[in-house]
């Protein structure tokens, strides 16, 4: 069977559909490509023989539009889209974005927040006893007790607060099979417990601790920050699918979440039977007249060649999400899949990106981890490598040589990111040759996030003596093969372990190095990471040391201002950083200052109040924008008391002139 799954019930009539065994609503507009999950699961289960029609964006002010299909004959499938929903509707400073790019259009408002949950609900409404299966990254980061960045609080399980029966978390290619055979053989949804990748609520003790850890309870991570961070912490060294354990997290009257252990990754045979179902690849045409979705316009011309991550980095979900162990496609797979791509009428010849979440992980980090593993008590690349790392660019190389000798194919970018400290691990220099020479279009993006040791050691990342040893070897590459290329770093402020101090030395790195960042990241608290975890807690939960944490959003706004200090907009945060941090050398006209002296007699007064502040300890969040707030009102009434004594004068001076 081809073309696009079932959307309306016309469709599905027109299959010679009586019943679908699963209605699959998502909050994403249909996109039937390989890059979005959706469309993985659908397919999957359609290629195992099950009936799915697709239930995209549904009008959830209307619990009525869940039954555009009718009760299906197995369950429900649900999932917020490519994205948490409330990180797709919200900036990190909680502002509603004006775009969704997973919507028709690129129009906002087509899914609610907190959409899983919402979904969910409308489908209890009319359909009371119907298994309800929740997946994607909303459900997969929130399936156990976790801090919610927008509601500043912990908040349940996921599976609790919409009512489902199962999440499938992570990768849920195997386990939403595993589920729907379950289903079809008979299986009630409330006695399939025992499928690995899926959390499921029991009543039963028994049941939730066989084989299991207890984490702290939901109360004691509510109200206890240091219990919050054991327990995450916990759930961070359970996350392989060879070494997990069992979890469970109880609940007031006597009820259990329990998370089953991670499914085992895919091997490469089954991956590229994934990537190879009948994908339409690309949006349903019944949005054509709203111009499409542009989401697809990142992935449409990519090919996906690994999943996992061992980088580690702390402010990224990957780890809870695929794993730390890389899978990857064959080479006959993905050149299947680029020879699709040239045939495409839109396709002009070139691959935008070849890769995973970081492209140049082709395999596992060492021979262990394809049986044992990845090791819980240590990372692969932090804050040194590992002796065990297996660090080869060979099989990459060989990959994109195969590609960009493809006919119609003019240029290969690799977009998805270089790990440069896995780079400059490799002593052989030719995949950074190759790199610069014909995968680089002018100027290469990577990530050093930060350039402070404290706060690239929160972060997971390398000193930064590491990324600068990659910058001489880039450069000195560009020259040797003739060619004028640039770096372009991403650069995250107000991460924890950032203080005003660290943002500072920030600043004076970018000074030295020239460089000007037209965009920062302002670290953005996401369910299910480590970085988060330290946020809310103040805690590293490796370490259970207290961390240096920005929440207030001067503060913050502080520290993204310092980055960009060449940007005149941001003159007075950064002249307020300066003077707080104790660095008004930097103000000035010398070589080495970050901006010039607008009023030098006004800056000596900032310095003496912010002393006087210091002093007393009363320049906190509430009182000091209390104070700014006090110093303009008291500026205000005299400015008045100023017009009124003016006008008093003419008024008497007219007077005077008529006597």
């Not at 190879?276 to 542009?294: D, I, K, Q």
């Not at 300066?578 to 009023?599: E, F, M, P, Q």
Request: with cysteine; charged share 25%.
């Amino acid at each position: 069977m081809t073309g696009f799954l079932p959307v309306c019930r016309e469709d599905m009539e027109a299959e010679g559909i009586k019943q679908p065994d699963f209605v699959y609503v998502i909050g994403d507009a249909y996109v039937d490509h390989p890059s979005f999950g959706h469309a993985v699961i659908s397919r999957v289960l359609q290629a195992h023989g099950y009936r799915v029609c697709i239930l995209a964006q549904p009008d959830w002010k209307n619990p009525d539009s869940i039954a555009e299909f009718g009760m299906p004959r197995l369950g429900f499938l649900v999932t917020a889209g490519n994205m948490d929903s409330m990180v797709n509707h919200y900036s990190v400073s909680k502002k509603r974005r004006a775009a969704d790019a997973y919507s028709p259009g690129g129009v906002m408002g087509r899914r609610p927040d907190y959409a899983t949950i919402v979904y969910c609900k409308m489908i209890r409404k009319v359909y009371p006893q119907i298994p309800i299966i929740i997946g994607g990254i909303e459900a997969s980061l929130r399936r156990l007790g976790h801090y919610d960045y927008w509601s500043d609080k912990v908040r349940r399980s996921i599976l609790l607060d919409c009512s489902a029966d199962l999440i499938s978390y992570g990768m849920g290619e195997r386990s939403i099979v595993e589920i729907a055979d379950a289903l079809a053989a008979g299986i009630d949804v409330s006695d399939i417990t025992f499928i690995k990748g899926t959390v499921f609520r029991t009543r039963d003790h028994a049941l939730a601790s066989e084989d299991a850890l207890q984490l702290p309870s939901y109360d004691q991570i509510r109200l206890d920050k240091a219990a919050y961070a054991k327990s995450f912490f916990i759930q961070y060294r359970n996350t392989d699918p060879f070494g997990g354990k069992r979890l469970y997290e109880t609940y007031k009257g006597g009820l259990y979440v329990v998370q089953n252990p991670p499914a085992i990754p895919l091997g490469q045979m089954e991956m590229d039977d994934v990537y190879e179902l009948p994908y339409m690849r690309t949006y349903h045409p019944s949005y054509e007249a709203a111009g499409g979705v542009p989401a697809i316009q990142e992935v449409r011309f990519s090919l996906t060649s690994s999943r996992g991550c061992f980088g580690g980095c702390s402010f990224c979900a990957l780890t809870f999400h695929q794993g730390r162990i890389i899978r990857s496609r064959s080479h006959a797979s993905i050149l299947r899949e680029a020879e699709t791509l040239i045939r495409e009428p839109d396709f002009k010849g070139y691959i935008h990106d070849v890769g995973g979440p970081t492209a140049n992980f082709r395999h596992p980090a060492c021979d262990k981890q394809l049986t044992k593993g990845a090791c819980a008590d240590r990372q692969c690349l932090f804050p040194s490598p590992c002796p065990n790392l297996n660090v080869d660019h060979r099989d990459y190389m060989e990959l994109l040589r195969k590609l960009r000798s493809l006919n119609g194919v003019k240029k290969v970018f690799i977009r998805s990111g270089i790990r440069f400290d896995y780079l400059i691990y490799d002593k052989n220099r030719q995949f950074l040759r190759e790199l610069c020479e014909y995968h680089v279009s002018g100027q290469l993006k990577i990530a050093p996030e930060h350039i402070s040791d404290a706060v690239l050691e929160k972060m997971g990342k390398p000193p930064v003596a590491v990324y600068e040893k990659f910058v001489r070897a880039y450069e000195n590459m560009n020259k040797k093969i003739g060619k004028e290329q640039y770096l372009v770093p991403y650069l995250m402020s107000s991460h924890p372990g950032s203080g005003l101090k660290e943002a500072v030395e920030l600043a004076e790195f970018l000074r030295d190095k020239g460089y000007v960042p037209q965009q920062v990241q302002d670290f953005y608290p996401t369910p299910s990471t480590i970085s988060t975890c330290m946020y809310y807690t103040g805690l590293d939960p490796r370490t259970m040391q207290p961390v240096t944490v920005a929440v207030n959003p001067h503060e913050k706004a502080m520290q993204r201002a310092l980055i960009q200090y060449r940007n005149p907009k941001n003159y007075d945060l950064v002249k307020e950083a300066l003077i707080k941090a104790g660095r008004t050398d930097l103000i000035g006209d010398g070589k080495k200052c970050l901006i010039g002296v607008r009023n030098f007699a006004g800056l000596r007064e900032e310095q003496r109040n912010y002393k006087n502040a210091a002093k007393k300890k009363d320049y906190g969040k509430k009182k000091d924008s209390g104070n700014r707030k006090d110093s303009g009102k008291k500026k205000d009434s005299g400015k008045k008391q100023r017009k009124t004594i003016k006008a008093g004068r003419k008024h008497e001076a007219v007077r005077n002139r008529r006597k």
